[in-house]
C-alpha cells in the first residue's frame, strides 16, 4: 500500500485519540464459499517514524462486524498505542505522535471474503471522545497529589474531572472533582455542594494544569488551577463528594454531560491529558504505625516493582510524613529511575553493590535497624534465592529517637519523577532483637497457649494492658484498677500471635 504524503492533511488526536467509525455488513457475508456470521475490518494509522518515513502503526485494531444488515459503532483509543513516550518524555523508536493517514481494509488473509458493506459516521479526534474517560492508577490510600492539563471545547459547558474507587459512570462516582460548570466557571465539590475560594472563569480552547492534593484518610483536597505561569488556589481543604466514601483512588476520571436539559452543550468535551499518560501522580501509603521502635529491630519486607524505571521509597519515620516528604524519613531503600535499588546513607543515596530491579520480580529485603545508634543494615534476597548485602550500617536520613511509622513513598511522571507504575508491599514483619532492662520474674501470663481467658500477674499494680497483633493494631485495651493480677477474656480473638503491653505504676 503506497501512500502520497499531504503536509495539510494531519489528523489532530493530542487531545482525545479517539477513532470511531460504524459498519453494516448485509447477510450471505462468505469466507471461501462457506457462509460467516461476522467479517474483521482493519484500521491502521500511519505517520511518520523517526526517519521520517510514513510507516503503519503495528498494533492495529481489528474489528469483526456481524453480517446482519444492521449499523454497529466501533471506538478505538489511538493514545494508548500511537506516539506514547516514555516517562522522560521521548517516544520510543517505530512511534509517531501525528497521523497523516487512515487505512480501513477488510482482511482477506489467508482466504478470501465475499461480502457488501457500508461505512459511516467516521468521527476522529475530539468528535469520536467518549463522554466518561477513565486511566487507571496505582491504588492510593493515604496523601496524594495528582497533576495534569484540561482543555475544554466549549464554555460554558458542562464536565469534570476527578478521581475515584471505580471507573466513572455516574457523578456520583467520584471523590474529588475539579467541574468546568454551566456558568463558565471552575469550582470544586466540597461535601454535597460545589463551591470554590474565589471565582475562576474558563474559556474554550485555553489549558489548564489542574492539581488536586489530598489525603484519603481524611477525605479531604485541595485544588491548584495554573494558566500562563500563574498559579491559582481555588479550594482548600474541601471534603470529597460525600454519598459515595472513597477509601482508595484508583482511577483518574473524566465525565462530560452534553445534553441541553442540564446546561451541555452537544459535542462538548474536555481533553485531558492523563488519557495519554501525560500526568504526574505522588502519593504515600502508610504501611504500619504506631510502632513505637526505639532499640534494634529487625523488618522483613517484600517488594515487587510493576514497571521499570519507577522512583518509589520504603522507608520508616518517626513522624508520619507529609505528602512527598522524603526528607522526613530516617532508614530508606528506594527503586530509583535509572533502574537501580539504592539506599539512604545519611545525606546522600549509595549501594555497596550495584543492583537492577525489573518489573515484575519480588525482592525480599532484610533490614536491621539499630535506632539508639541511627545506623541500619540492608540484605536483600532475589527469586533466584540469591542473598546480596545492599548496605551495611548505614545513617539515617532524618535523626530519629523512635520509628513509628513504615510508609511507601512514590512520584510518577514528570522529569523528577519515574515510569507510572507502582511498588507493591507484602509479607511485611516487624521483630525486636533486643529487650533490654526486664526482669521476667517482675510478672506472668498463663495458660500461653490460651482459649478463652488469660490471666496477667505482676509485682506492682497493673494500669492498663493492650494486646496487640503481630502488625501492631490493638485488638483489646483494658484499664484495671491498679490490682497486681487481672484476668481477661481473649475469645474473640482469631488463632495467632499476639503482644501484651503491661503498664505498671
Do not use: C
Not at 215 to 230: I, K, R, W
Not at 361 to 386: R, S
Not at 415 to 431: C, F, H, K, R, T
Amino acid at each position: 500500500m503506497n501512500f502520497t504524503k499531504n503536509a495539510n492533511i494531519i489528523f489532530d488526536i493530542s487531545g482525545n485519540p479517539y477513532l470511531t467509525v460504524k459498519f453494516k455488513v448485509m447477510p450471505g457475508a462468505m469466507y471461501d464459499s462457506v457462509a460467516v456470521d461476522s467479517v474483521p475490518f482493519l484500521i491502521s494509522p500511519w505517520g511518520q517514524d523517526s526517519t521520517g518515513t510514513l510507516v503503519r502503526e503495528v498494533d492495529s485494531p481489528v474489528f469483526w462486524a456481524p453480517a446482519d444488515g444492521e449499523w454497529h459503532e466501533y471506538t478505538y483509543d489511538f493514545g494508548a498505542k500511537v506516539g506514547v513516550p516514555m516517562w522522560n518524555g521521548v517516544i520510543p523508536p517505530g512511534e509517531f505522535d501525528a497521523i497523516e493517514a487512515i487505512l480501513i481494509e477488510s482482511v482477506t488473509y489467508p482466504g478470501t471474503y465475499d461480502f457488501t458493506y457500508y461505512m459511516d459516521d467516521f468521527r476522529l479526534g475530539d468528535a469520536s471522545a467518549p463522554l466518561n474517560q477513565h486511566k487507571e492508577i496505582p491504588f492510593v490510600a493515604g496523601k496524594f497529589w495528582a497533576q495534569f492539563k484540561v482543555t475544554a471545547t466549549d464554555s460554558p459547558m458542562n464536565g469534570a474531572v476527578g478521581m475515584s474507587k471505580t471507573a466513572v459512570e455516574n457523578w456520583s462516582d467520584l471523590g474529588p472533582i475539579v467541574r468546568f460548570n454551566t456558568d463558565g466557571f471552575i469550582d470544586v465539590r466540597n461535601g454535597a455542594f460545589y463551591d470554590a475560594d474565589m471565582s475562576y472563569p474558563y474559556t474554550a480552547g485555553t489549558e489548564y494544569i489542574v492539581e488536586l492534593i489530598g489525603d484519603v484518610a481524611t477525605q479531604t483536597y485541595s485544588v491548584n488551577v495554573e494558566t500562563g505561569g500563574v498559579k491559582t488556589v481555588i479550594a482548600t481543604d474541601y471534603a470529597f463528594r460525600n454519598d459515595n466514601p472513597q477509601d482508595t483512588l484508583n482511577y483518574l476520571d473524566m465525565k462530560v454531560y452534553d445534553k441541553p436539559d442540564f446546561g451541555g452543550v452537544p459535542g462538548s468535551t474536555l481533553k485531558a491529558s492523563f488519557m495519554k499518560d501525560d500526568y504526574v501522580l505522588g502519593w504515600n501509603n502508610t504501611i504500619m504505625k504506631d510502632l513505637a521502635m526505639s532499640g534494634t529491630y529487625n523488618v522483613k519486607a517484600t517488594l515487587t516493582p510493576s514497571a521499570d524505571l519507577i522512583n518509589a521509597g520504603f522507608a520508616l519515620s518517626k513522624d508520619d510524613p507529609a505528602l512527598l516528604g522524603w526528607g522526613d524519613l530516617s532508614p530508606i531503600i528506594r527503586f530509583n529511575n535509572a533502574g537501580f535499588i539504592d539506599v539512604r546513607d545519611g545525606g546522600a543515596y549509595n549501594a555497596d553493590v550495584e543492583l537492577a530491579y525489573s518489573a515484575g520480580k519480588a525482592y525480599n529485603f532484610d533490614i536491621d535497624i539499630d535506632v539508639p545508634n541511627q545506623k541500619y543494615t540492608v540484605k536483600v534476597t532475589l527469586e533466584n534465592g540469591t542473598e546480596k548485602l545492599l548496605a551495611s550500617d548505614y545513617g539515617f536520613r532524618k535523626e530519629a529517637d523512635t520509628l513509628n511509622y513504615i510508609t511507601k513513598l512514590q512520584l510518577n511522571g514528570g522529569p523528577w519523577g519515574g515510569a507510572i507504575g507502582d511498588l507493591l508491599v507484602s509479607n511485611v514483619e516487624v521483630n525486636s532483637t533486643k529487650v533490654q532492662d526486664l526482669n521476667l520474674n517482675q510478672f506472668s501470663i498463663y495458660p500461653n497457649p490460651v482459649n478463652d481467658e488469660i490471666t496477667l500477674v505482676a509485682e506492682d499494680n497493673i494500669q492498663k494492658i493492650e494486646i496487640l497483633d503481630i502488625l501492631g493494631n490493638k485488638q483489646i485495651t483494658n484499664f484495671t484498677n491498679d490490682v497486681s493480677i487481672q484476668k481477661i477474656n481473649v475469645s474473640s480473638l482469631i488463632s495467632g500471635t499476639y503482644i501484651v503491653n503491661i503498664y505498671t505504676e
